[in-house]
């Protein structure tokens, strides 16, 4: 289509996976459409996700991601649309062992080329290295210029790998004042003061233990590093650790406190680590009762049901996996439209929605991305 021949135009600012997704549908809708983004290529973020496969989607049901306000739009685009539209791109994707899935390529760039190719094909323009610093009246400000589409949509991300683009620095731009919740780190690890006799065991698991946070154990995968403890088991629990709620660890989940008693009884005069040893404990296991259980009360069943762990509050907000905050879903209408500003539409990571791991963000900003793109069309036409 000849540039003068589009009936309308869409400014999307933010080329992650929720921009992309916005310019698809959009240009699919006949608009013109150009993304802006500051960075010097695009979807970094995605690539990085490659790295370790591209949990894209989660094949479980819709209830786990958590918000009502998701809900009809996963229901237009969820897992089962997210694979049909990969394999149009040509990467066909698998359900793993967890109901996680990942392109039958394991890495995000074969994706990423096929769907770049498939916006120029519908010809999307990509500005790259092209700040948006907020608004001057209705126009854009796009580094030095002033654009004025006939519809705007924001995707520009959390405030977490600052080095890939989402730095959360729009959150303080003039126009959204007092609709933005504030930004927080979420899936991310907890930091600890460890003692120097802990270094050798940086780099292993917990095993065979339990955390327990408001009285519900979670079993998943923790281990030691520098800065304290990482991994997929504390992230479901971030939400309530930030919020300074203890975390005890249960060393002998399928043992209650009466059983752990008479074990310890039969070796009353062996030594503490001997002793722990005989119960099964493993060395990482043995080390943390020493770290964290002094003095050692003469009745350890308790303890070791219950060892108290001393966090000091999550990693940097930098190192996060995702951020919690964002622009409040009170300021959108059904559309993804920003009430204060009619005609700007947001979708994204930026949304104030604290998405659990397993492919449920990727999902969300896909989702919500092809929710403000049709919508921000309509508006365009409309205008």
């Known amino acids: 289509m000849e540039r003068g021949a589009y009936p309308a135009s869409i400014s999307i600012?933010?080329?992650?996976?929720?921009?992309?997704?916005?310019?698809?549908?959009?240009?699919?809708?006949?608009?013109r459409v150009t993304i802006h983004d500051h960075m010097p290529s695009p979807a970094r973020k995605l690539l990085m996700a490659?790295?370790?496969?591209?949990?894209?989607?989660?094949?479980?049901p819709p209830d786990t991601f958590g918000t009502e306000e998701l809900a009809p739009i996963l229901s237009a685009f969820g897992p089962t649309e997210i694979r049909d539209w990969m394999d149009g791109l040509g990467q066909p994707s698998f359900i793993g062992s967890t109901g996680r899935v990942f392109p039958k390529a394991m890495k995000a760039?074969?994706?990423?080329?096929a769907w770049l190719a498939r916006l120029a094909d519908l010809g999307v323009t990509l500005e790259t290295r092209a700040r948006w610093t907020g608004w001057t009246g209705d126009a854009l400000r796009i580094g030095d210029r002033l654009v004025t589409p006939d519809a705007t949509i924001l995707a520009l991300g959390g405030a977490s790998w600052r080095r890939?683009?989402?730095?959360?620095?729009?959150?303080?731009?003039?126009?959204?004042?007092?609709?933005?919740?504030?930004?927080?780190?979420?899936?991310i690890g907890f930091r600890v003061a460890w003692s120097e006799h802990m270094t050798r065991h940086f780099g292993h698991p917990i095993k065979n233990a339990a955390l327990i946070v408001d009285g519900v154990a979670h079993r998943g995968e923790v281990t030691l590093s520098a800065?304290?403890?990482?991994?997929?088991?504390?992230?479901?629990?971030?939400?309530?650790?930030?919020?300074?709620?203890?975390?005890?660890?249960?060393?002998k989940p399928d043992l209650t406190v009466e059983e752990l008693r008479d074990r310890l009884a039969r070796t009353p005069k062996a030594s503490l680590p001997n002793r722990l040893r005989k119960l099964g404990l493993d060395p990482v296991q043995i080390a943390l009762v020493q770290e964290w259980g002094r003095p050692v009360p003469s009745d350890l069943a308790p303890l070791l049901k219950a060892l108290p762990v001393p966090l000091l509050g999550p990693r940097d907000m930098d190192q996060a996996?995702?951020?919690?905050?964002?622009?409040?879903?009170?300021?959108?209408?059904?559309d993804l439209m920003m009430i204060s500003r009619p005609g700007t539409f947001?979708?994204?990571?930026?949304?104030?929605?604290?998405?659990?791991?397993?492919?449920?963000?990727?999902?969300?900003?896909?989702?919500?991305?092809?929710?403000?793109?049709?919508?921000?069309?309509?508006?365009?036409?409309?205008?």
């Open 346 to 383: 947001a979708c994204g990571e930026m949304l104030d929605w604290e998405a659990p791991t397993g492919g449920h963000l990727l999902t969300a900003c896909l989702a919500t991305g092809r929710w403000a793109g049709a919508a921000a069309a309509r508006h365009a036409m409309r205008a």
């Open 164 to 187: 890939l683009g989402s730095d959360g620095a729009w959150a303080d731009l003039p126009g959204l004042d007092g609709i933005v919740a504030p930004f927080a780190p979420s899936n």
């Open 321 to 334: 996996i995702s951020t919690a905050g964002g622009l409040r879903w009170d300021a959108l209408d059904a």
């Open 227 to 251: 800065e304290g403890l990482e991994g997929g088991g504390l992230y479901p629990l971030t939400p309530r650790l930030r919020d300074g709620a203890p975390l005890t660890l249960d060393l």
């Open 109 to 113: 760039s074969p994706l990423l080329r």
């Open 13 to 31: 600012i933010g080329a992650g996976p929720a921009g992309l997704a916005a310019a698809e549908v959009a240009a699919r809708a006949g608009v």
């Open 50 to 60: 490659g790295k370790s496969g591209l949990n894209i989607t989660h094949d479980g």
